[in-house]
């Protein structure tokens, strides 16, 4: 005994497992086949197993089958700890290893056998390893363990039965009425999970879910759980709904309120504060109760209050002002979660005097609290600034010290994001703002943050008053840091040379020494910026350093892959690849105003819709020879009303000398299938249909698409026009149970609502970083200049929106923000023509007595599109 | 354990044997090992077996721990990973079933080709089951069928049984018990 502890402390408490071998493992695993069986031995290997699967390890078939195979040999111990660990055992191979339908029989028999220790777990491990073929074999043993009279085993067959109606819902489905049954029980967590399996069951049929809460909602069930979960669940309908606080659905909420249970109270509380519609009345009993336990002796309930409150403050501030005085008792409290809470959550109640107070207050114990929470804090930060402009120098100040301390990359990550954000909202924080982020690359550990800040400070930095000071923290990064870092300050460098003259021959000496570089890619920018910048040519430097890449990614790819499996005798032409798509501004506000984690994904998948659309177009062979794909329109446009027979939704899609209409459809009639579908376009405007490409066959519910081909006229300046569209189809009549479908069709049409092209249908947007730049590239050759007179529009604001959606151009420089209070703004758009001319546009708007007055000078590459884009307005 | 060690030593502890009951589905494996058990154990229904179970029950001599394999077709590949370490093999035959017995002799072939049984000594019981049935072969004409004849390395025995009356079941158990302990102990010296 005492040479095991002295083993122990030598290791220093270390993991036992961690030095595990996957193959000696393995190995030991073939002593389950040994008879008699050593229990204490066997659940040793097992747990092994289970520990090295649990970490990830992988382990092939063959192995893991052989593995598997053992293990079923210790059915015949009657060791119970040895028992459950084989179930857990057949848990984790049922994905692995081959023939896991072998251990059936002998779980049906533990689950319906005498000893209750195995039932439930092999209730458990039977559903992991069971099929919908098999499903029906165990149907049976699972009714009767729903509704068994021992809890551990109901509970087993109800959560399982959720997991299976992932797979095979058609058959959990006939399980309803055991479970109804079992909702009836008096043990808590029997009543939680068949609640939670009966809404399962019901959730596609909303009346039948409304039913079951109001229901449930009256004769009062035991379990706090169930309670909880009938309160989301009530809280759902709500929202699908749109229902307000008249719905018996709301009364249930606000009567759980005043349940007796904690628990119930607070999820009543959270569901009522997080709902979409809720005016200031219906949340003041909610927010009262949060209040109340605010001061809860439970620091749960505390945590738990504090946290809902601070995201209500995002919402509705007002409503929270009310817990202030408990919120500054919290400040002291001894739990620093709930005082970060706390503290941000006044912060964003408070007023503009008690900022500096606040900020003092949370720097006093920044460092003792955990890295999500200073995010949070961070976070608070950030919407401060948004809301008090003013106090940008205290954040600064702040948010800089917290950069200086210790903590992992996504901490570090808010704090560079928020400066960031900070600096483009706020020119007068600009130049501190830049300051600090030199000062945090000095000493930077993550790549990510330091490439993305030399990008940031070769954007910014030049057209700073003193650009000559950014020079030396990134020439530092080129002597001191890793390849990628290196290859982006080299980037940034080129681009002070490039827009600063007095700057040139200063920087053209530091790239020189980069061309020495051990990395090809440092090498390589360095090569390039150097033979560029020596051109001394403006628009050389605007195309090639300070504007970047903007064709698409993906689409680059493509079209280069295409050209090297046909090669022909014209050299590349980068024209002819999809541009890649600017985030809209309502997206961008979206993601501002939502939830930090969820617009990343949505902006993702709108980047790469151009290029999905693009993969589906390449697949008609009937579209081959109409050219490279310029661009899409943005949402599909709705050419029925909703809940009509058919669903048309369309596309445009614009090529050099053509526009496809994608139009999908989708036939709501069970009793009918639809073929050879086209829309029919008329237009009077010299557009020409070419072609239509029908969709052969349209059965019920499922989408089909058909495009029509369209040629756009040979006056270049002709590119706006209306289209009437009808839907053709024949009719075939069909048997909505069997499929079965007549012979015999008829012919029928459907008129759908007109499709327009607009002037933003040729353009793509473009972000041109240094605009100015750009522009003096373009050119004043096409130059065309008019002055309208916009009569219709009240303010600034509304003119840039809408000049922005006429000539569907990107803003350029954040100059679709009007400065609150000016009478005059410059508003610069960039953006690319069909063909693959650039566009820029600098439009003057003066806020006059009648409406807005606009000065508009358009330059091009190319003078119908500079005439186009110049009519747009008008 | 010293005193288990020194019980079995005496003899006075039984030995434990594992073999393993195979055979075409529906041939009675399950039945046959459910009416082995003590009566206050047996169970009334008996459904078709998914892959397999653990059955135990005893003689006057030895404590069985019987793998009751699935008889279905699609399990019946399964049947060898139970081969290696077992001491009998018990094979049941539904003796009405003429014309799936090609196909018990195919499985039957198969079996004694196996690696893991090719070179060992290992006892096999038949059961013909089913011999209350009036269109039941006998257990002579199924031994011809099944040419049991040539199983010449293996002790092997073959006996009509009823599963449902226990009829014959006794006679054929004793003979197996017998053949099993001597391999036991040829084993262990």
Redesign the interface.
């Known amino acids: 005994m005492m040479k095991r502890d002295k083993k122990e402390d030598d290791n220093g408490g270390l993991n036992p497992f961690s030095y595990l071998e996957k193959t000696s493992v393995l190995q030991e695993g073939r002593r389950f086949n040994e008879t008699p069986i050593n229990p204490r031995t066997c659940c040793h290997i097992l747990t092994k197993i289970l520990y090295l699967l649990n970490q990830g390890e992988h382990i092939g078939t063959t192995e893991a089958t052989e593995t598997f195979f053992a293990m079923t040999k210790l059915f015949q111990s009657k060791d119970v700890t040895l028992r459950r660990l084989v179930y857990l055992g057949i848990k984790e191979m049922a994905n692995i290893a081959e023939d896991v339908i072998i251990v059936t029989s002998s779980l049906t028999k533990d689950m319906t056998g005498k000893e209750d220790q195995f039932r439930g777990p092999a209730i458990r491990a039977l559903c992991r390893i069971t099929d919908t073929t098999m499903l029906q074999s165990i149907e049976r043993y699972m009714k009767q363990a729903i509704v068994d009279k021992v809890h551990a085993v109901s509970s087993a067959a109800l959560t399982s039965s959720l997991h299976l109606a992932r797979q095979s819902p058609d058959v959990v489905k006939r399980w309803v009425n055991e479970a109804q049954e079992a909702v009836n029980s008096d043990n808590i967590m029997v009543q939680y999970h068949a609640l939670g399996l009966l809404f399962h069951i019901r959730k596609n049929d909303k009346l039948a879910v409304t039913k079951l809460v109001s229901k449930f909602s009256r004769h009062s069930l035991k379990s706090p759980y169930a309670y909880c979960l009938l309160i989301r669940i009530a809280c759902k309908l709500l929202e699908e709904e749109g229902a307000g606080s008249d719905s018996p659905m709301f009364e249930f909420l606000e009567s759980c309120l005043r349940h007796k249970s904690e628990m119930v109270i607070y999820e009543a509380a959270h569901a009522i504060v997080n709902m979409k519609h809720t005016t200031a009345k219906e949340l003041a009993p909610a927010v009262s109760v949060l209040q109340l336990f605010c001061s809860s002796p439970k620091p749960t309930l505390r945590f738990a209050a504090v946290r809902t409150l601070n995201k209500v403050s995002m919402k509705h501030p007002a409503a929270v002002t009310a817990c202030n005085l408990d919120l500054e008792n919290m400040i002291t409290d001894v739990n620093r979660s709930i005082a970060t809470l706390a503290i941000t959550t006044l912060l964003k109640t408070g007023s503009e005097s008690s900022v500096d107070r606040l900020m003092k207050q949370i720097s006093s114990f920044m460092s003792e609290i955990s890295d999500e929470f200073k995010i949070v804090v961070v976070q608070a930060i950030r919407s401060l600034c948004l809301k008090f402009p003013r106090k940008h120098s205290v954040m600064m100040n702040f948010l800089s010290s917290m950069l200086r301390d210790e903590g992992g990359f996504e901490y570090k990550k808010a704090i560079v994001d928020t400066i960031i954000g900070i600096i483009e909202e706020n020119q007068e924080a600009k130049e501190a703002g830049l300051a600090h982020l030199c000062e945090f690359i000095e000493d930077c550990e993550h790549t990510v943050l330091a490439t993305r800040i030399l990008h940031l400070l070769g954007r910014e930095g030049p057209r700073t008053p003193q650009p000559n000071k950014y020079i030396r923290f990134i020439y530092n990064r080129v002597i001191l840091e890793n390849a990628a870092v290196r290859a982006a300050a080299v980037s940034a460098l080129a681009k002070f040379g490039a827009h600063c003259e007095d700057l040139l021959p200063s920087i053209v000496v530091l790239l020189q020494r980069s061309e020495l570089d051990t990395d090809d890619e440092v090498r390589d920018r360095a090569t390039f910026y150097l033979n560029i910048l020596r051109q001394k040519q403006k628009a050389l430097n605007s195309a090639y350093i300070l504007n970047g890449l903007q064709v698409s990614i993906v689409g680059l790819e493509r079209a280069l892959h295409q050209y090297t499996l046909e090669p022909s005798e014209t050299p590349f032409d980068l024209k002819t690849v999809p541009l890649a798509v600017q985030p809209t501004q309502e997206m961008k506000t979206a993601a501002v105003a939502g939830e930090i984690a969820a617009p990343k994904a949505t902006e993702k998948i709108a980047a790469s819709r151009q290029d999905i659309y693009a993969e589906q177009l390449s697949r008609v062979p009937e579209l081959a020879n109409v050219g490279p794909l310029f661009k899409s329109s943005n949402l599909p446009i709705e050419l029925t009303e909703s809940e009509t027979e058919y669903n048309v939704r369309c596309v445009k899609h614009t090529f050099p000398h053509h526009i496809v209409f994608q139009y999908d459809c989708i036939n709501t009639l069970n009793d009918q299938v639809l073929e050879n579908v086209t829309v029919q376009m008329e237009s009077a405007d010299g557009f020409e249909v070419v072609r239509y490409i029908p969709a052969p066959k349209l059965p019920y519910d499922q989408p089909g698409t058909c495009y029509t081909l369209v040629s756009l006229p040979d006056d270049p300046t002709a590119v706006t026009g209306t289209f009437s569209c009808t839907l053709k189809f024949l009719v075939k009549d069909c048997d909505p149970n069997t499929g079965e479908t007549d012979e015999e069709g008829y012919e029928d049409e459907y008129v759908l609502e007109d499709v327009e092209i607009v002037v933003a249908d040729h353009v793509q947007r473009v972000m041109k970083p240094n605009f100015g730049a750009s522009w003096e590239e373009v050119g004043a050759e096409n130059e065309l200049e008019d002055t309208y007179a916009l009569s219709s529009m009240k303010t600034l604001e509304e003119a840039v929106k809408n000049v922005i959606q006429f000539m569907g151009m990107q803003p350029c420089e954040r100059s679709d923000k009007v400065p609150e209070g000016k009478s005059s703004h410059t508003l610069y758009l960039g953006g690319v023509y069909r063909g693959g001319h650039d566009v820029l546009v600098r439009s003057k708007l003066a806020l006059t007595e009648n409406g807005v007055t606009m000065q508009i000078t358009v330059r091009s590459t190319d003078s119908s599109a500079a005439e186009v884009i110049a009519r747009a307005v008008g | 354990m010293g005193f288990s060690k020194l019980a079995s030593w005496l003899g006075l502890k039984k030995k434990?044997a594992?073999i393993i009951v195979v055979g075409l589905d529906n041939s009675g494996k399950t039945t046959i090992l459910n009416r082995l058990k003590p009566d206050n154990e047996q169970r009334h229904d008996i459904?078709?077996?998914?892959?397999?179970?653990?059955e135990?029950f005893q003689t006057k001599s030895l404590k069985f721990?019987a793998f009751?394999m699935?008889g279905q077709g699609r399990?019946r590949n399964?049947w060898e990973?139970?081969y290696?370490?077992c001491n009998g093999i018990v094979f049941v035959i539904d003796s009405c079933d003429r014309l799936r017995l090609a196909v018990a002799k195919d499985e039957l072939d198969l079996l004694l080709e196996n690696e893991h049984i090719r070179n060992r000594r290992i006892p096999i019981l038949f059961f013909a089951n089913k011999m209350d049935k009036r269109d039941a072969m006998s257990s002579v004409k199924c031994s011809a069928v099944l040419g049991l004849e040539e199983i010449r390395d293996k002790p092997w025995h073959i006996c009509a049984s009823n599963a449902l009356t226990g009829e014959g079941l006794d006679e054929g158990l004793s003979w197996f018990a017998d053949q099993v302990k001597e391999v036991i102990n040829s084993k262990r010296k």
């Not at chain 2, 459904?47 to 653990?54: C, L, M, R």
């Open positions: 434990e594992q459904v078709p077996t998914i892959g397999f179970t653990v135990q721990t009751d699935s399990y399964l990973a139970y290696q370490d």
